[in-house]
Structures are given as C-alpha cells and as structure tokens.
Antibody, heavy 116, light 110 residues
C-alpha cells in the first residue's frame, strides 16, 4: 500500500525557516517524480515544486523560487521541502504527492502557519 | 503561471448532470492533453478523478467524464449523488515541468 506521511509543520514567525519531510512507503521511491502542493486556509490548491527521480531536475512556482528548496533522499525514501524567508502568504497545508502531475497518491498534509 | 479559470460554484439536483468548465491558455490546457481533475471533501486530501483529459483512475465511477476543446477543459458528472458534493479542481501541465491549478468549483447537490 502506497503511503505518504508528511511532518515538520508548525508555527513560525515571518522571515523564519522550516523543513518539511515526507516519508514514502509501498512503492519504489527512486522511480518516481515527487511533488509538493499546498492549500491556504479556505483557498484552492497550488503546485509548489517537483523533483525528478534522481534529484537532477527541480522546478518551482514563481512565488517560492529562491526561498524554497525541494530535495530527496532515495536511500531514506524521503522527500523534503526547505522553506526559508517565510511569509504570511505561505501559510497553508502542505501535501506531498507522488509523480510530477496527475497525482493519484497524496499525503494527509502538514499545516504551516506563518505568524508573529 | 496564471491560474486556470473555473466557475466558483455550480449546483444540481440528484440524478441530474452538471458540467464544470476550466479555461486556460494556449500555453497550458490548449497545448497539452494533460488536464486532471480532483475532488476534495472538507478536511480531506484531494482525490484524482480524471487524468490526461478524459481517463478515469481505477475505482472512479463512470459517472465522471472529462473532455477538452481548445483552451477549455470540462468535467461532467452525470446522475448526481449527494456524495458528489465537494470542491473540484482542474489542473494542467504548463510546460517545463510546471503545473497550474484552477481556482476550484464548489458543487452543491440540492
């Protein structure tokens, strides 16, 4: 059974940093693109970033470029999102999802709140 | 990377059919047959209902169908049921591994 479990969310002050993790199981992690998708409270879905199987290609939505870094550790079956210079508008539930689009498998999400 | 355009809300009675539109541009919806649709109930993760424009994942009811014409994709739900009440999001590949979502449509089953 495919499972994606996010962790690392919480309350952080504006300008602060946070690192999200996504533990994957039930499939060959190293064979799939992985993505982060977020949803601000009461708002719609927004693709944030994705990463190729070997980590050699990474892509970001313009609003997080230069502040967020997606990475993966295939030996640990884990996906990460390093978030720096956080802003109030980054407040959202962050989901990890398998594949670069047409996401069938999603995690349960982890809430990031940016507030003073 | 502008969001795709969806109606904010649609409604229908049980048994009826409804269609949700999703309008993009020639850089996303119009260029690729890679539109997907997601259903999301409150407090839950999204669920993939349609991918590659018109394909249904295993387990998704055949009451859900997708199509595309030009820069506009559509999701049709036939034989509306109470459990179909949810938010629906379209999503399109936009080139260079980028993906763009629609703003979402709230479906109300009357």
């Amino acid at each position: 059974e495919v499972q994606l479990v996010e962790s690392g969310g919480g309350l952080v002050q504006p300008g602060g940093s946070l690192r999200l993790s996504c533990a994957a199981s039930g499939f060959t992690f190293s064979s799939y693109w992985m993505s982060w998708v977020r949803q601000a409270p009461g708002k719609g879905l927004e693709w944030v970033a994705n990463i190729k199987q070997d980590g050699s290609e990474k892509y970001y939505v313009d609003s997080v470029k230069g502040r967020f870094t997606i990475s993966r550790d295939n030996a640990k079956n884990s996906l990460y999102l390093q978030m720096n210079s956080l802003r109030a508008e980054d407040t959202a539930v962050y989901y990890c999802a398998r594949d670069s689009s047409s996401w069938y498998y999603w995690g349960q999400g982890t809430l990031v709140t940016v507030s003073s | 990377q502008s969001a795709l355009t969806q109606p904010a809300s649609v409604s229908g009675s049980p048994g009826q059919s409804i269609t949700i539109s999703c309008t993009g541009t020639s850089s996303d919806v119009g260029s690729y047959n890679l539109v997907s649709w997601y259903q999301q109930h409150p407090g839950k993760a999204p669920k993939l209902m349609i991918y590659e424009g018109s394909k249904r994942p295993s387990g998704v009811s055949n009451r859900f169908s997708g199509s595309k014409s030009g820069n506009t994709a559509s999701l049709t739900i036939s034989g509306l049921q109470a459990e179909d009440e949810a938010d629906y999001y379209c999503c399109s590949y936009a080139g260079s591994a980028h993906v763009v979502f629609g703003g979402g449509t709230k479906l109300t089953v009357l």
